[in-house]
């Protein structure tokens, strides 16, 4: 559904986005993440045609941003950080100038809003100045217009910034609820939170792409220097030491100090192997009761970390 | 060009809904009626050349008040994002507020309709000027409005968009005065783009089409000079 290529941008001698390319397919949510400054915005602005890429190719649907802004601009919803809307106007009056942008005719209008006012539960303010509003709803109401036409691709930027938990939760289920059937790119600084929502992640840093997987994906072939926790009764400690030390796989056997006779080992694995199947195997040639035996991969939080430390 | 229309709307309702509209409007009935009649019955005659007289030097005051917060104020806010991200081009959106600042300039002169109502009452009114006057008016207000919008284009800041408006629609007025000072050479060219000239030959209710000319090709450099920065802005 959006096909980006080579996506470049110079703020005059500043680059904010360095030769990115990602793709995203229809019924996929993408979290873009990555630390304040990295590009994510400005890769967004490029997404929805605000900001005209200083290199690259960016396709939506059949058009590509070139020849066919007006026709992506159609297909496409987009809500930006903050939600940037007109202060003195109110939000029923808001959504029906949005409405008539978008070409929704008159019959259609009404309906359509009140649509949108149940589902980003914004009824009992549609008949209040936005600048009046609470953070919390300005940013419903920005998913309101986001969502006017009902759109294929929506471009969210950091859609739950400064909301309280509830309204997190609220805004997660919504992009759940939509990702469903269309596509959903949004940025976000907060992990859980694309973990929690998104099928694909792709970490953004210092306008690079550092990392662009599943989610699930991402964290097992990132996670490959793995932990394995392992906990036995009756056994000689440095026996194990030696016996598990040699195990393909293992890079470090650490023994953690021993409580009630059983004794607890952190084992390091490196990427090349799944050194489990063959643990298990030498521990059951011998008589050590296993109490305990469980891997741990990096969270994505750690993985995040890993890749956007400075060098 | 619905898309402009719509926006267009939008702003002209927006004067409405803040005080600004009414300040503005009561600035401009207060000053223009306190220079017309302070002097009208002096005179003793039954015409407006006093009022349209003024008319200039008061609209390069009022018309980039009216149309300062036009873009600099969604630059400032950030809306401009919002607004270009719906399906409009630079067009639609450089249209449309244009076309709502010259509606709101129409408005704010429709009360001053009472003076040649007024007058007409006094003496035998000659009404062909004061027809031209108003046509007058509206297109100088229209070419203020494009020199107001490509200030406001140029800048987050309201107060700078009106004192760069005011400046460029200041000189724009007073220009002719100036002609003494400059080698002959650049005289014709200099009273030719004197719009008080231009003003004062349609307010006597002679449409010449050089005049007519003249006010669209402000509006024109005006509108298309807007439309280069924001396209340069991205």
Not at chain 1, 134 to 162: I, K, W
Request: proline share 4%; hydrophobic share 50%.
């Amino acid at each position: 559904m959006i096909r980006v290529e080579n996506l470049t941008k110079y703020y005059d001698d500043v680059c904010a986005v360095d030769q990115i390319s990602f793709n995203v397919q229809r019924g996929e949510i993408l979290g873009l993440l990555g630390p304040n400054g990295a590009g994510k915005t400005t890769t967004l602005r490029m997404l929805t045609g605000f900001l005209q890429p200083t290199a690259g190719q960016i396709q939506i649907g059949n058009f590509s941003i070139n020849d066919g802004l007006l026709e992506i601009k159609k297909i496409l919803g987009y809500l930006p950080e903050s939600a940037p809307l007109y202060h003195d106007m109110l939000v029923f009056d808001y959504l029906k100038f949005v409405a008539d942008l978008r070409g929704i005719g008159a019959p259609r209008r009404l309906s359509r809003i009140r649509e949108l006012g149940d589902l980003c539960g914004i009824n009992e303010v549609m008949h209040q100045p936005i600048g009046e509003l609470s953070r919390g709803y300005r940013q419903r109401v920005g998913l309101a217009h986001a969502m006017m036409n009902d759109p294929e691709v929506l471009v969210l930027d950091e859609p739950t910034s400064g909301l309280d938990p509830n309204q997190i939760v609220e805004i997660r289920e919504i992009i759940r609820r939509i990702g469903k059937a269309k596509t959903v790119v949004f940025s976000t600084h907060i992990l859980s939170e694309a973990e929690a929502t998104c099928d694909r992640v792709a970490i953004i840093h210092h306008g690079k792409i550092a990392a662009d997987s599943r989610t699930a994906h991402l964290k097992e072939t990132l996670g490959g220097r793995s932990q394995i926790q392992l906990m036995l009764e009756q056994a000689d400690p440095a026996a194990v030491q030696r016996e598990l030390a040699a195990v393909p796989g293992v890079t470090r056997v650490e023994v953690l100090a021993p409580a009630d006779g059983a004794i607890r080992l952190v084992l390091t694995c490196d990427a090349s192997r799944d050194p489990r199947a063959e643990l298990y195997r030498r521990i059951r040639q011998t008589d050590w009761t296993l109490l305990e035996f469980h891997q741990e991969t990096l969270s994505l939080e750690e993985i995040f970390r890993e890749l956007t430390k400075e060098s | 060009m619905r898309q402009a229309l719509c926006i267009g709307r939008k702003e002209f309702n927006a004067y409405f809904a803040s005080p600004i509209a009414y300040i503005v409007i009561a600035i401009f009935l207060l000053v223009t009626g306190w220079f017309f009649f302070s002097t009208f019955f002096l005179f003793n005659q039954a015409s407006l050349r006093n009022f349209f007289g003024l008319l200039p030097t008061v609209f390069a005051f009022v018309v980039p008040a009216v149309t300062m917060r036009l873009l600099a104020e969604e630059f400032n806010i950030g809306s401009y994002e919002t607004l270009l991200t719906l399906p409009v081009g630079f067009n639609d959106v450089i249209i449309g507020k244009f076309a709502a600042g010259v509606a709101f300039v129409a408005a704010m002169l429709i009360p001053t309709l009472v003076y040649p109502v007024t007058v007409a009452f006094l003496g035998a009114l000659d009404w062909g000027p004061v027809i031209g006057g108003y046509l007058g008016a509206v297109l100088l207000g229209a070419a203020f409005s494009a020199v107001g919008l490509f200030a406001s284009a140029l800048t987050r800041n309201q107060i700078v968009a009106f004192i760069i408006g005011l400046a460029v629609c200041f000189s724009l007025t007073l220009v002719d005065q100036m002609v003494f000072f400059v080698p002959q050479a650049f005289v014709g060219v200099l009273s030719y783009l004197a719009a008080d000239v231009h003003f004062q030959n349609v307010a006597k209710g002679i449409i010449d089409t050089r005049d007519i000319v003249y006010f669209l090709s402000v509006c024109f450099i005006g509108l298309y000079a807007a439309f280069l920065v924001l396209k340069a802005r991205n």
